[in-house]
């Protein structure tokens, strides 16, 4: 129970720079024990889907997906982008392995449910999603699980899911074996108590001040729904939340939220 | 050393058709004991290389595959077809987990050389491409892993790759584990006597007779390729090598190679 597993989860910024994707795996290599990469999609998929002509599906100001967008995300993020990520860790000598969450059962997902809007193809998770016994055999066998952000509803069908709850119902899942340290890893260093300087990291969040900071506008509006995910992995038993520069994760400078 | 293990590959034919692509999964989920499928590519590539307006690059007849085919190609045979296939197994029971290549560098190739056409990101296999003990302990834990025909150098380099060589080569390398037998499925109910009937299943092979019927031109030229490979199969110690029609996996009308 007491290895540290940690998990890292990169966004589309980072996805869509070769050259800083690139960097950021060669710092991930150097992360020692057992180590789970989540990862978003990126503009490849919207970029492809207007090469072809298709339009996107937009109801409220929300993008839906359907068969076509469906077909073209999976392409993206479990084919292209998985697989490179897959290879170039392969070569920094971390023996990766790229999942959905249809691979192994390990994401089990709802579709979600139609009220004002029907989203299409979209998963939605729960704290039973995840299948934790195989991904804790890959990690036993010093595989580092590679996820994307599609997972599958058990009937056939895949799903577009949010990388961000992917990444944190695996943390919370996954303290069942480890103590979990969940990473969100993006452009700046970490929550700014000034959004206009880079360099007005917070280091330590509790909860308390984090509703605090929140009241009074100090966490940029982006932030929040990311912020209250990590929270409440952290109110679900994950050790540590950081917030970190995706190239800087060996480096001190982060946010470290924690749980009191 | 005594458990049988079936590898079957799937080729393009029914991977295009929706419809027989689920009644040969159906058929897959029944067999028993431990499973590995192979599938090729499909039209879908193509189709969509034309719809984005990528030219085919040809040289000498051949089509090379240059980066943009490649990315196409990964999206597609990772992504969407590996993930569709993976997701409607485990609609039928069947715990399966997609891998490519790279995956657990579970089969490294090498960029076929340059001698008088340059083929692109093309992998050529050997024995020792395959990394055995991974796929070893996925089948021991139940899962059923399902290869696309993408695989890597292990120097961050995807490469296309011929899936019926990705099926031998497994089926070689997993001799060391299993008695293996090495299931090539196609529209046709096994090898033909008389191509205009399909009836005129020749219900066994060995190489002798293999040798006569190739020299009387009484086996298609398209078969001799996929043959020349199963012989070798046999002979480097895969237990039986079997064509038989995809939706009739499970009935006793087909071909059996055997060693002797």
Redesign the interface.
Known sequence: MSDVLKIFKIGGGIIDDASQLGLFLTELARVAGPKILVHGGGKGASQ?LQ??GIEPNMVQGRRITDAATL?IV???????T???I???L??RGV??????G????VIRATKRPVKDIDYGFVGDLNAESVNSE?VV?LLR?N?TPVFCA?T?D?????LNTNADTIASVLACALTSAYRVELHFCFEKDGVLSDISDDQSVIKNIVPKQYQQLKAAGVIAAGMVPKLDNAFAALAAGVDKVVIENALKINEPVKTVLCRS
């Open positions: 492809m090469d072809l077909d999976t392409m993206f993020y479990a084919g292209k998985n697989k490179q897959v290879a170039l392969q070569q023996n990766a392995l790229g999942l959905s249809a691979d192994g059962n195989l055999q066998a595989v599609i599958h058990g009937q056939g069908q895949l």
